[in-house]
């Protein structure tokens, strides 16, 4: 290596190291890397009849609720490391919500938060959507799905926020994407 990669992209060093999760130190910068996965997948998913699928759960993090899209880790199942972005998407928002996606398309890529951690997230747009399970999560979640027309999600998320719940800010890209696609149909 360079002198002036070095400079540039010093070794990285483990400070902490958990279960999930792993602190590093690379030069002076401090960051998180996800333990036992390729990134993340969440998903924009729309009904036919023009309604945004939404979660909210409990965040510790946060210390309360959190309105989020679906989403989930990608190769993150012990004997399938190799899992598709697509085919992670499609099954955290069967696990998550009880509806598959006849169509998935990716509409963004990039870091979820660069000052902080190494992941990055992919978001796909998902339509021609079917019931085919329950959702609610894998059973150690506690997951609610709710089903908000397009024409009144900010009212909806205003609501959301008066009751003192958190809006992860990818709710309000998915909504993006979310009206793309009603204005192509």
């Not at 979660?55 to 510790?60: L, V």
């Not at 009880?98 to 963004?108: H, T």
């Not at 909806?156 to 793309?180: E, M, N, P, S, T």
Request: aromatic share 6%.
């Amino acid at each position: 290596m360079s002198s002036l990669q070095e400079a540039t992209h010093p070794a990285t060093e483990t400070i902490g190291d958990g279960r999930f999760l792993r602190l590093v130190r690379r030069g002076k910068w401090e960051y998180v890397e996800r333990r036992g996965a390729r990134g993340a997948a969440a998903i924009v998913a729309v009904t036919d009849d023009g309604r945004l699928v939404l979660i909210e759960q409990p965040r510790p993090a946060l210390g309360g609720i959190a309105v989020e899209l679906p989403a989930g880790l990608v190769g993150d199942t012990p004997g399938d490391e190799a899992e598709e972005t697509a085919t992670a998407a499609n099954r955290e928002l069967v696990e998550e919500t009880g509806y598959e996606a006849s169509q998935i398309e990716q509409v963004a890529h990039g870091p979820s938060s660069p000052g902080l951690t190494s992941e990055c997230i992919t978001i796909f747009l998902a339509s021609g959507l079917r019931k085919v399970g329950p959702g609610g999560g894998d059973g150690n979640e506690q997951i609610t799905v709710f089903e908000v027309p397009l024409a009144e999600v900010e009212a909806w998320l205003d609501d959301r926020v008066a009751q003192g719940h958190h809006i992860d800010l990818k709710v309000y890209a998915g909504l993006y994407f979310a009206r793309r696609l009603a204005a192509r149909r």
